[in-house]
C-alpha cells in the first residue's frame, strides 16, 4: 500500500508539471498574439484554456481522493494539500493568459496598447514567459534558487506594472479612453500572472525547507 501511495504523489507532482507546461505554453503564446496582433493565435490561447482547466479539476479529484483513502500525514499531507492549492494557481494563471489573448482579439486588427507602451508590454510579457518556465523547472526539481529567481523577476514585472499607472495617470497622455482601460487591464494580468507565479514558488519553498515565506516578503 505505501509504495502505491508514493506512486500517488509521484503522479500529483507529474501532473502538476503537466498542467504548468501547458501555462508556459498558453502565456508565450498570449503575449505574442498581444505584441504582433496575432488574433490566429490569440483564439488558440483561449480554446486551449479549457484543457488547462480540466487537468486543473482532474488533479483536485486525485488529490481528493488521496486523502479520502490514504488519510496522509506530515510531509505527505502537505505535498496533498499544497497540490490543490498550486493547482489552483496554475489554473489561474492560464486565466490570465485567456485574457492577455482576448484583449488582442477584441482589438484586431489594431495592437491593443498605443505605440509609446509597447515595449514595456514586450517587456513585461518577456518576463511572464520567463517566469512560467522557471515555475516548471521548481515543480520538476523543488529548487529553491529558482523559487528565489521567480520572486526576484515578480518584483521586476511590478515594476514595470506600475510604470503603466504612472505612464496613463500622466499629464503626457494622451490616449483615448479605451486606450487607458486596456492598457490598466493588460497589466493587471500580466502583473497577476506573475503574483500566483510567487504563490507558488512560496509553497514549493516551504515543501522543500519547512520553512514558511510570509506573504510581505
Known amino acids: 500500500m505505501r509504495e502505491v501511495f508514493q506512486q500517488e504523489l509521484r503522479e500529483v507532482q507529474e501532473r502538476l508539471v503537466e498542467i504548468a507546461e501547458l501555462v508556459a505554453e498558453a502565456i508565450e503564446r498570449a503575449t505574442q498574439a498581444f505584441n504582433e496582433s496575432d488574433v490566429a493565435l490569440a483564439e488558440k490561447v483561449i480554446e486551449d484554456d479549457a484543457k488547462i482547466d480540466e487537468l486543473a479539476v482532474s488533479l483536485d479529484e486525485l488529490a481528493i481522493n488521496i486523502l479520502a483513502r490514504q488519510q496522509p500525514v506530515a510531509r505527505d ?24 489573448a482576448q484583449l488582442s482579439r477584441y482589438r484586431f486588427p489594431d495592437k491593443v496598447v498605443p505605440k509609446s507602451l509597447r515595449p514595456t508590454f514586450a517587456e513585461m510579457g518577456a518576463l511572464d514567459v520567463m517566469i512560467a518556465r522557471k515555475l516548471v523547472t ?79 516578503a
Open 77 to 100: 499531507l502537505r505535498i496533498v494539500v499544497s497540490a490543490l492549492r498550486i493547482s489552483a494557481s496554475l489554473e489561474r494563471m492560464g486565466d490570465m493568459s485567456e485574457h492577455i
Open 138 to 216: 521548481l515543480l520538476r526539481s523543488e529548487d529553491v534558487r529558482v523559487a528565489e529567481e521567480i520572486r526576484n523577476d515578480d518584483d521586476k514585472v511590478d515594476a514595470l506594472h506600475l510604470s503603466v499607472f504612472d505612464k496613463v495617470l500622466g499629464a503626457t497622455w494622451n490616449g483615448e479612453a479605451v486606450d487607458t482601460v486596456d492598457a490598466t487591464l493588460a497589466s493587471r494580468y500580466h502583473e497577476r500572472f506573475a503574483d500566483h507565479a510567487v504563490s507558488i514558488a512560496k509553497k514549493v519553498q516551504y515543501l522543500a525547507t519547512g520553512d514558511w515565506i510570509p506573504a510581505d
